[in-house]
């Protein structure tokens, strides 16, 4: 399976009293894998994101394997769950690499809507073209087609980002 991956080393301001990474940066460092790909493979989509289209994290979970200190070497990569209309899940695996032996140290995914402004609205609608191409050859294998619920190994921690958009999100849920 192909996926897009992300280097990262561990800093200070990433660690707690106790030393370890604190947990919400994981999470911070599925979207940063997610952005990066975005400016990688489609970096034009940045000014749709800007004028007419939102991607919308509706739902994100990490599930921690193992403890992360200061100055780890931490690989992230991403690959494509699912993918309908207007509805994708992103799956993330986190590495940490040693003397080049790689540790999987957690997991995770998000699930993101892609809602299209109109005024002061937002609306649900297609990915663009160009971003579901980009995302196939990321595709997991032995998932074509398969429903938007969140893979099996890890339940949802967080709730929906965007206050202004939570009930169009939850519209587009229902309508397809």
């Not at 940066?25 to 940063?32: A, M, P, S």
């Not at 957690?106 to 980009?134: N, S, T, W, Y």
Request: net charge negative; aromatic share 10%; with cysteine.
């Amino acid at each position: 399976m192909r996926t897009f991956e992300v280097h990262h080393f561990v800093s200070f301001e990433e660690t707690n009293l106790v030393g370890n990474v604190y947990f919400v940066n994981h999470l911070r460092w599925q979207g940063f894998c997610r952005e990066q790909f975005l400016r990688e493979r489609v970096p034009h989509l940045a000014a749709q994101l800007r004028d007419v289209l939102a991607l919308v994290t509706v739902r994100c979970s990490c599930e921690y394997l193992a403890e992360v200190v200061v100055f780890d070497e931490i690989i992230v990569r991403m690959s494509l769950g699912s993918l309908s209309r207007n509805r994708m899940t992103l799956e993330f695996d986190y590495y940490r690499t040693t003397s080049g032996v790689e540790e999987l140290i957690a997991r995770g995914f998000q699930e993101i809507a892609c809602m299209h402004r109109r005024g002061d609205e937002l609306k649900p609608g297609p990915f663009p073209a160009e971003l579901v191409e980009a995302l196939e050859p990321f595709r997991v294998r032995g998932r074509l087609g398969a429903a938007l619920d969140p893979p099996d190994r890890a339940a949802p921690t967080s709730a929906a980002i965007g206050l202004k958009c939570l009930d169009s999100v939850a519209a587009a849920t229902e309508d397809l």
